[in-house]
């Protein structure tokens, strides 16, 4: 293929991720009637807060987090441009998303071929999961990137193995695994397959790790949940159980289905067929190509990759996937490109595109709506308040309703934790742990609260499966004590899933 015309295909596919990619600018919930720019959720809104921080604070809060410090620090020099603009904001985790797009051909090239470059470039492009994610604004554009580039010289020290791929390889995997923890696992990864492929070189390789853990020891250092970790601490809950989020008890169904359709499945028959459907597909792949080592690596890459991933956390989010959907496009674009027939391959190619198209679902889903109820519920207070009125938030409600919430009311946050009303942030991680009411503690809302005349209780989650309060105690103290005069949920069309509440209480009881 002719370098002009291999960069002008390249050009159209970049451009077509942008062009998709835009949408996700726009919040779209139709059972809502919800159609405006971009809405934050509360990570998102973490996010932005730690741009307001001083330098040493946001180093010392990461230890803190799920996610170490590097796309913070990205970001709160992106915002000294930029400003707190959401929509600003989001270009950045855009342009990672594009730059990943442009990268993935590379990695295609390097492995494989021109022709297998530009189609999993153009998968990349149409990724559901990839394209969901490429305006939030956390690490994970940022983080598919990096790990595409890891890859790249991951792939020079197995090929070649000279000094500067080993460098490079080393200073792209330190980036990596202070974007993300989730970095670990592909470094984990290509550890097991480098002293299995590369095994004569094993002293070199870990040298390289040697160094790689020496240069993550200020990371590790900061890391403050040891104790959940190491189970020192039976008040939390594991950190095996919950550090990364959350997952379901059908990984493997959702794997099989994230690759491919991105991570809008439900659990039912038809989730189940699709999951094993691309599984097969992906283990057809490796059978019909299994004498070639490119497909070997990339094959025994997801596998691993799985297998970490679960060791890591036992439970987790379908957008964790995101990182194996890379070596997976490149096994899909290689059988793709070994098809000699070109209409075959026509077809082929527009019956996945047509696939992975119809599964985009650019509105939000209606599982995850509730995370997007902030500019509904602040416009609702705004427009109900009355002077003497206080707004009551949970963790989640803390830091993400002062961005769309206007009004006069006092915002504060009460969960009490070891007979403490408040905590400071810099001894605390994110939102305090779990099960951090009692019937002890709860009392003490009594005197949070006396100098008010009507109070307003948010929950991100209805405090009957609360993180913060499962066994609901604010709420029936609140009920047994004070007169309830308005009850609201968003989403307020959807019915039999997760839904925000808004609580208004009258305290001249």
Not at 36 to 63: H, M, N, R
Not at 317 to 336: R, S
Not at 430 to 452: G, P
Not at 461 to 478: R, T
Request: aromatic fraction near 22%; glycine fraction near 4%.
């Amino acid at each position: 293929m002719e370098k002009r015309k291999k960069y002008f295909w390249l050009f159209l596919i970049v451009t077509l991720a942008a062009i998709i990619r835009l949408s996700q600018f726009w919040t779209i919930i139709p059972d809502e009637g919800i159609w405006q720019t971009k809405i934050i959720w509360y990570d998102e809104a973490y996010s932005i807060y730690y741009t307001q921080l001083p330098w040493q604070q946001v180093w010392e809060l990461s230890g803190f987090d799920t996610t170490p410090v590097l796309f913070y620090a990205i970001l709160k020099i992106w915002s000294f441009f930029v400003g707190t603009n959401i929509i600003f904001l989001s270009i950045l985790p855009f342009l990672f998303s594009l730059a990943g797009v442009f990268a993935i051909y590379f990695l295609g090239l390097k492995i494989f071929n021109p022709q297998t470059g530009l189609l999993v470039g153009l998968f990349l492009a149409i990724s559901p999961l990839n394209i969901s994610l490429a305006t939030e604004l956390r690490a994970y554009s940022f983080l598919v990137l990096l790990t595409i580039l890891a890859l790249i010289f991951f792939w020079q020290v197995l090929k070649r193995g000279q000094w500067f791929d080993y460098l490079f390889f080393i200073i792209l995997n330190l980036l990596l695994i202070y974007t993300h923890y989730l970095g670990l696992v592909v470094l984990l990864t290509q550890l097991v397959l480098l002293l299995y492929f590369k095994n004569k070189s094993w002293l070199k390789i870990l040298g390289s790790y040697f160094v790689i853990g020496l240069l993550y020891l200020p990371q590790i250092f900061n890391f403050q949940r040891w104790d959940n970790l190491l189970g020192n601490n039976d008040q939390l809950v594991s950190y095996f159980e919950r550090v990364f989020s959350h997952g379901y008890f059908f990984s493997l169904w959702q794997f099989g289905h994230s690759l491919f359709f991105g991570h809008w499945g439900a659990h039912n028959l038809l989730f189940l067929f699709s999951g094993s459907l691309v599984l097969f597909f992906l283990f057809f792949i490796f059978y019909q190509n299994k004498q070639r080592q490119e497909v070997q690596v990339l094959f025994l890459f997801m596998v691993f990759g799985f297998i970490f991933l679960i060791l890591f956390k036992l439970f987790f989010a379908l957008k964790y996937f995101i990182i194996l959907t890379i070596p997976f496009i490149l096994l899909l674009g290689y059988f793709l490109a070994q098809l000699k027939n070109k209409k075959m391959l026509i077809a082929n190619l527009l019956l996945g595109l047509a696939l992975i198209f119809s599964c985009l679902n650019l509105p939000v889903s209606k599982i995850y709506a509730s995370q997007y109820y902030a500019p509904e519920f602040a416009g609702f207070i705004t427009s109900e308040e009355k002077a003497g009125d206080l707004i009551l938030t949970d963790h989640y409600t803390d830091i993400l309703l002062p961005f769309y919430y206007q009004g006069k009311s006092d915002l504060k946050m009460f969960y009490p934790w070891e007979g403490q009303e408040t905590a400071d942030w810099s001894a605390r991680w994110r939102y305090f742990d779990y099960n951090i009411i009692n019937k002890q503690n709860v009392s003490l809302v009594s005197d949070f609260i006396k100098n008010h005349q009507r109070v307003w209780l948010i929950n991100y989650l209805p405090q009957e499966s609360s993180l913060q309060d499962p066994n609901g105690y604010l709420k029936k103290f609140l009920l047994e004590n004070f007169d309830l005069v308005l009850e609201k949920r968003f989403p307020q069309k959807i019915e039999n899933i997760q839904q925000t509440e808004l609580l208004l209480f009258d305290l001249r009881k």
